[in-house]
């Protein structure tokens, strides 16, 4: 009978337990982020989940991957997610189409490119001439990789459309594998497609797009204008967890994120994802606070510009907003 009156007990404590833990969760504002890629190349946000900062924050964050900045767009407009993270461009496409719920970048990740140029030979004396007459593989027209790929073409003498064939037509997430099978001289592939190619003996990384650009707004965390207009507590608790995860990646080793992050990447070696974090810590790939500056932004256009794929420049004050950011910066 005691040892009967004991198992009630523990089962009640464990019903109670469960309850105060549902109750707590219930506290969670839920909303959808959808992430344009999985990728190293954003380890801070990855931080701030596995830290659980967006938690101490009040928030409940599903990640969805887009594999894709139009798709992820496509997501936000739509109202499947709150909140959409990509090349920022997206969001001067949508304003120049006329869109009046347009949408609008509250806080910026990256600084640098995240993509890597891959060629099937290592070549420790790569040029980008080496490229006159070959086939690269590159992103979807209008997209930040293909951009900032002509653009660096362009500053090294080349002609985009002439002095080389750059296929446009793979799905993003089907690059890496395309190059594998034999399409292409050469591959622009984030991570940890660029590594996985080398390790596979596949392929060899022979320059960082993110070095030879320069600094440049790659990355950008954006949502619809009527949504961050009723919801400005949601966005600045986000943008404060982004804070804190740029904030952990800016005094940590590679090493010590690394473990940090491994559960987004558990089909990646340990030793793989600290070589690939050092080598965007290295290029100083993340911004030390999350203000998207209007010299960025400017910069931004005059790639698009360059492109052809704007015809005049869009406002800054419309697009963007700092509000969020610089209030994260004073907590």
């Known amino acids: 009978m005691k040892r009967r009156l004991t198992a009630i007990v523990l089962v009640l404590l464990m019903v109670m337990t469960s309850l105060v833990g549902c109750k707590k969760d219930s506290k969670l504002t839920k909303i959808t982020l959808n992430e344009v890629a999985h990728s190293i190349f954003y380890a801070p946000q990855y931080v701030a989940l596995e830290l659980g900062y967006f938690k101490d924050e009040g928030l409940d964050v599903e990640l969805v991957t887009g594999f894709g900045a139009d798709k992820t767009m496509t997501a936000v407009l739509s109202g499947e997610a709150e909140i959409g993270f990509m090349g920022s461009e997206?969001?001067?496409?949508?304003?120049?189409?006329?869109?009046?719920?347009?949408?609008?970048?509250?806080?910026?990740?990256?600084?640098?490119?995240?993509?890597?140029?891959?060629?099937?030979?290592?070549?420790?004396?790569?040029?980008?001439?080496?490229?006159?007459?070959?086939?690269?593989?590159?992103?979807?027209?209008?997209?930040?990789?293909?951009?900032?790929?002509?653009?660096?073409?362009?500053?090294?003498?080349?002609?985009?459309?002439?002095?080389?064939?750059?296929?446009?037509?793979?799905?993003?997430?089907?690059?890496?594998?395309?190059?594998?099978?034999?399409?292409?001289?050469?591959?622009?592939?984030f991570e940890p497609a660029a590594t996985a190619l080398e390790m596979e003996g596949k392929g060899h990384v022979v320059d960082s797009l993110g070095v030879e650009s320069g600094k440049v707004p790659y990355t950008a965390y954006s949502a619809k204008k009527s949504y961050i207009e009723k919801n400005p507590e949601i966005i600045q608790k986000f943008t404060n967890a982004i804070q804190k995860g740029l904030d952990y990646v800016n005094t940590h080793t590679p090493k010590e994120i690394a473990k940090v992050i491994k559960p987004q990447f558990k089909e990646t070696e340990d030793e793989k994802i600290v070589s690939i974090i050092k080598r965007y810590y290295d290029q100083g790939t993340w911004k030390d606070n999350t203000v998207f500056e209007e010299a960025s932004f400017d910069l931004l256009q005059d790639i698009l510009l360059e492109a052809g794929v704007i015809d005049g420049k869009v406002p800054y004050a419309d697009l963007v907003t700092t509000d969020y950011s610089n209030k994260a910066i004073e907590r």
Not at 125 to 130: A, C, P, S, V
Not at 154 to 162: C, E, Q
């Open 90 to 189: 997206s969001s001067i496409y949508v304003y120049n189409e006329g869109a009046d719920d347009y949408v609008v970048n509250f806080a910026q990740l990256t600084q640098r490119a995240g993509n890597f140029l891959v060629a099937r030979e290592a070549n420790d004396n790569f040029k980008w001439t080496d490229l006159v007459g070959k086939t690269v593989i590159g992103g979807r027209a209008g997209g930040m990789p293909q951009m900032v790929l002509e653009y660096i073409l362009k500053k090294n003498g080349l002609d985009p459309t002439k002095d080389l064939t750059i296929i446009q037509n793979i799905d993003f997430g089907l690059t890496a594998e395309a190059f594998s099978t034999g399409t292409g001289d050469y591959t622009v592939e």
